[in-house]
């Protein structure tokens, strides 16, 4: 047997790629991953007990949802997604369910804008799957019918307001030279 044949596979496949393989002083490759996910808090309350139950079921579903970043040093970030859904039953509060759900993100590679973006996007993305089972699971187990919600586009949201931030730049700087 050669040596060339001797070597693995991947050895085989970069031989003779001697320019293309990365090279030392190259810029390294952008890295966004979850590293460790987790429930920072979780709130359920049902104001109306039992009566509640003696409704008829036609409820009105309010959702508010709210993303954090904290940064917690140069490749390390912490996305925070809050999920509040409250129930109403004619008017009265059948139940109200807040969750927290983080998650610990590893960064590196990435210029500022990517990394907001992907804190932005990506990252509340990974988190809401995970968000949405804990509000159900807690719905039935408070013995309410099950409450999936529907699924979120955090790209939408974040080009929505991207481009509302760029609005009101555009109106901060028109505003002074009305006023002279």
């Given at each position: 047997?050669s ?70 040093d ?11 859904v ?54 039935t187990?408070?013995s ?17 307001a ?19």
């Amino acid at each position: 047997m050669s040596e060339e044949n001797s070597k693995p596979a991947e050895d085989q496949a970069t031989a003779g790629q001697g320019s293309e393989a990365q090279k030392p002083n190259d810029k390294p490759q952008p890295h966004f991953g979850l590293q460790r996910l987790y429930l920072k808090d979780v709130s359920f309350e049902a104001p109306q007990g039992v009566k509640a139950f003696a409704q008829d079921w036609k409820p009105e579903v309010n959702q508010e949802m709210t993303t954090a970043v904290n940064k917690l040093d140069e490749n390390n970030f912490e996305c925070e997604l809050t999920l509040t859904v409250t129930v109403k039953l004619a008017d009265k509060v059948a139940f109200l369910v807040e969750v927290k759900q983080a998650g610990l993100f590893g960064v590196s590679g990435m210029g500022e804008q990517q990394t907001a973006h992907a804190m932005s996007t990506a990252a509340p993305e990974m988190l809401f799957p995970y968000a949405r089972e804990v509000i159900d699971s807690v719905v039935t187990k408070g013995s309410f019918p099950a409450l999936m919600l529907p699924p979120v586009n955090f790209n939408a949201m974040f080009a929505q307001a991207m481009q509302q931030q760029q609005q009101k730049a555009a109106a901060a700087q028109q505003s002074p030279e009305s006023v002279q």
